[in-house]
């Protein structure tokens, strides 16, 4: 016995219908699950406890959470400011997340416990360097410890090289950035870029 031509379309878009519903109901689920997995992730900023090594972090300020929304606290420090200005401060690597793995990026947020808890933000995984003239890339190579760093392009503006650090605790950044400072017979300046939220 066949079904004609009516029954066999009433199937199909019941077939469609029971297919849509149990989707949306597989997708709900793999959502809540995915929330309440993130809300017990290390480094969440209601955790108050760092991804990297789980030691406990200060609250961080209401502008760095709208700033940066579902980033993860991956390292945090006191008074290791970038800015080598001495005035205590609260130091946090956060790692903000987006939709792809390539739109990861980890931003150091420095808040100065002078100034009325002034922010900073820096991309916390580049230090952009100017050589000094007559000085070349090659010998830019031969300084940096390939271990912990590397050359990954030059800015075509400001012609500084960015180089990617591996190690990106506040007291490595400002180690790293110290050590780039001080050589200066070969870097005319070295420099965290600023991170725009």
């Known amino acids: 016995m066949s079904l004609s031509k009516n029954e066999r379309r009433l199937t199909?878009?019941?077939?469609?219908?029971?297919?849509?519903?149990?989707?949306?109901?597989?997708?709900?689920y793999a959502l809540k699950k995915k929330n309440i997995k993130a809300e017990q992730r290390l480094g969440n900023y209601s955790s108050g406890v760092t991804a990297s090594d789980q030691v406990q972090f200060p609250s961080l300020p209401e502008k760095v959470k709208k700033d940066i929304p579902h980033g993860i606290v991956v390292f945090h420090d006191y008074?290791?400011?970038?800015?080598?200005?001495?005035?205590?401060?609260?130091?946090?690597?956060?790692?903000?997340?987006?939709?792809?793995?390539?739109?990861?990026?980890?931003?150091?947020?420095?808040?100065?416990?002078?100034?009325?808890?002034?922010?900073?933000?820096?991309?916390?995984?580049?230090?952009?360097?100017?050589?000094?003239?007559?000085?070349?890339?090659?010998?830019?190579n031969y300084f940096i410890d390939e271990k912990t760093a590397k050359i990954i392009g030059k800015n075509s503006k400001s012609q500084?090289?960015?180089?990617?650090?591996?190690?990106?605790?506040?007291?490595?950044?400002?180690?790293?950035?110290?050590?780039?400072?001080?050589?200066?017979?070969?870097?005319?300046?070295?420099?965290?870029p600023f991170w725009q939220p």
């Not at 205590?88 to 739109?103: A, D, L, Q």
């Not at 150091?108 to 580049?126: D, H, I, N, P, T």
């Not at 190690?167 to 005319?188: D, G, M, W, Y």
């Open 79 to 140: 008074n290791q400011s970038v800015s080598g200005s001495g005035i205590p401060c609260n130091s946090w690597v956060i790692e903000s997340s987006g939709k792809f793995r390539s739109e990861r990026l980890f931003i150091l947020v420095e808040q100065m416990q002078e100034k009325e808890g002034k922010l900073f933000y820096y991309r916390a995984s580049e230090i952009y360097t100017r050589l000094q003239p007559e000085k070349t890339k090659e010998q830019l």
């Open 160 to 192: 500084e090289y960015i180089i990617q650090i591996k190690h990106l605790e506040p007291s490595e950044i400002c180690k790293k950035v110290r050590s780039f400072r001080t050589n200066q017979q070969l870097i005319a300046s070295a420099r965290l």
């Open 12 to 28: 199909i878009w019941i077939g469609i219908a029971i297919g849509v519903a149990c989707s949306s109901l597989l997708v709900r």
